[in-house]
């Protein structure tokens, strides 16, 4: 059961980066400032629902029973507060793209917690 909540929780956050991913390559943004704030709050999930209703832009939202919303804003909440994204990431503007740089960091410890494997 472990390896099913795993890769339902990876997909989960892969399929977040796609729905991001394809925001952007619309022209579509939200000041990095507004996203980090938001996420320190723990609103992001709620306001990226508000601003990017799926039936406008198809960015999915809906979590399964291994995922809550709870979880993704907790997960946000604490790369915004431990992360320089300038320094880490090289991500200045755009918070979509801030976004991004943050589940990316969650695949990869999830995968260093799965694996027990060390990272450099």
């Known amino acids: 059961m472990k390896g099913v909540v795993f890769m339902v929780k990876i997909n989960l956050l892969v399929g977040l980066t796609f729905g991001l991913n394809a925001l952007i390559d619309r022209g579509l943004s939200i000041p990095l400032k507004e996203v980090k704030s938001l996420c320190e709050e723990k609103r992001i999930v709620e306001a990226l629902e508000r601003k990017f209703p799926f039936e406008e832009t ?63």
Not at 70 to 76: K, N, T
Not at 95 to 116: D, M, P, S, T
């Open 58 to 120: 198809g960015l999915d939202l809906s979590l399964p029973e291994h995922g809550t919303r709870e979880e993704l804003d907790e997960i946000f909440h604490d790369k915004a507060i431990t992360i320089n994204e300038r320094k880490k990431f090289g991500i200045e503007n755009n918070g979509l793209c801030l976004l991004i740089a943050y589940v990316q960091e969650q695949i990869l410890r999830e995968l260093v917690k799965y694996y027990k494997i060390k990272i450099l």
